[in-house]
């Protein structure tokens, strides 16, 4: 993979299926897809290292950098396995 390239979530989604050790997600939002990505592998805990940090600011909705649904699946998979999401208030 170079430097800087394109992404959109079906490669987010083979990159989150395909981590070996550590995933370090750090994005403005997610769309769906991508929080059931991220929602199966958080049941990994045991061996994988997971931090998730993004923008809980619902502007990041309205700019399309997520969807709602993804914000609230993302929480209710992270709850269910004892997962601390982080917050930076403008990230983009």
């Known amino acids: 993979m170079s ?4 992404i959109d979530d ?3 989604i083979g990159l989150i ?3 070996q050790k550590r995933i370090v997600f750090i994005a403005p939002g997610l769309h769906k ?3 059931v990505a991220l929602g199966k592998r958080f049941k990994e805990v ?4 997971v ?3 993004i923008d809980p600011d619902e502007e990041v909705c309205r700019i399309g950098y997520g969807d709602e649904e993804g914000l609230r699946l993302v929480n209710e998979y ?4 004892f997962i601390g999401l982080r917050s930076q208030p403008g990230l983009r």
């Not at 045991?46 to 290292?49: E, G, I, N, V």
């Not at 992270?78 to 396995?81: F, I, K, P, T």
Request: with cysteine.
């Open 51 to 53: 931090t998730v940090v």
């Open 10 to 12: 079906n490669a987010l």
């Open 33 to 35: 897809p991508v929080a």
């Open 17 to 19: 299926r395909s981590a």
């Open 46 to 49: 045991d061996k994988l290292d």
């Open 3 to 6: 430097t800087f390239c394109a």
């Open 78 to 81: 992270a709850r269910e396995n």
